[in-house]
């Protein structure tokens, strides 16, 4: 039997900020209990949009753009840091 520890468990000792993406200084949150994680450059990501570049034929192209991973609240990675207090 194993057993899984998550961001979210309350076995931390007292007085130890959770360590997830809500706690975390490079964290931003854009909406509810989601938000982007800044630790890093946006990553780049790919997606293909048809487009028409002839009424007759179909044709792919990519479309490309930078974004930053979205993550939850209650996400976490090995990179947590928190954020500072007033």
Known sequence: MSTTTTATDT???PGTVNPSCG???FW???RNCEGTC???APQLVSQL???RLDPEAE???PDESAVWPHTSQNDWCGEFEQEPGP
Do not use: D, G, N, V
Request: with cysteine.
């Open 23 to 25: 706690h975390c200084r």
């Open 11 to 13: 076995t931390l000792p």
């Open 59 to 61: 044709e792919y192209r």
């Open 49 to 51: 949009f048809m487009q």
């Open 28 to 30: 931003e949150p854009i």
């Open 38 to 40: 800044r630790r890093r």
